[in-house]
Nanobody
Framework: QVQLVESGGGLVQPGGSLRLSCAAS????????MGWYRQAPGKERELVAS???????NYKDSVKGRFTISRDNAKATVYLQMNTLKPEDKAAYLC?????????????WGQGTQVTVSL
């Protein structure tokens, strides 16, 4: 079992910045995949950014150049730096990770942190 705790959400004006953190309850050194998803009311959950254990990065097109995902294995934490925020970035942001063990895939979600972009 892995617990994930997100933090860093809040209210910010358009053009502002936030940094989200996702702290894991165990080492993430061997975690295959860590990602940030978001879900707005009435919309499907979507992958915003991800990072693999080999450093592979992936971003949703609409956040490229504005968001940066990173991981600190020593702190068992993954971050999402969000710059130049837009109203359409408003959503609940959730952290997710998975790893393989013994041929089985184990995935875990955090509880989410709300991001609101508004004047």
């Amino acid at each position: 079992q892995v617990q994930l705790v997100e933090s860093g959400g809040g209210l910010v004006q358009p053009g502002g910045s936030l940094r989200l953190s996702c702290a894991a309850s165990r080492s993430i050194f061997s975690i295959d995949f860590m990602g940030w998803y978001r879900q707005a009311p009435g919309k499907e959950r979507e992958l915003v950014a991800s990072i693999t254990n080999t450093g592979g990065l992936n971003y949703k097109d609409s956040v490229k150049g504005r968001f940066t995902i990173s991981r600190d294995n020593a702190k068992a934490t993954v971050y999402l730096q969000m710059n130049t925020l837009k109203p359409e970035d408003k959503a609940a942001y959730l952290c997710y990770l998975y790893f393989w063990r013994g041929g089985s895939k184990y995935g875990y979600w955090g509880q989410g942190t709300q991001v609101t972009v508004s004047l």
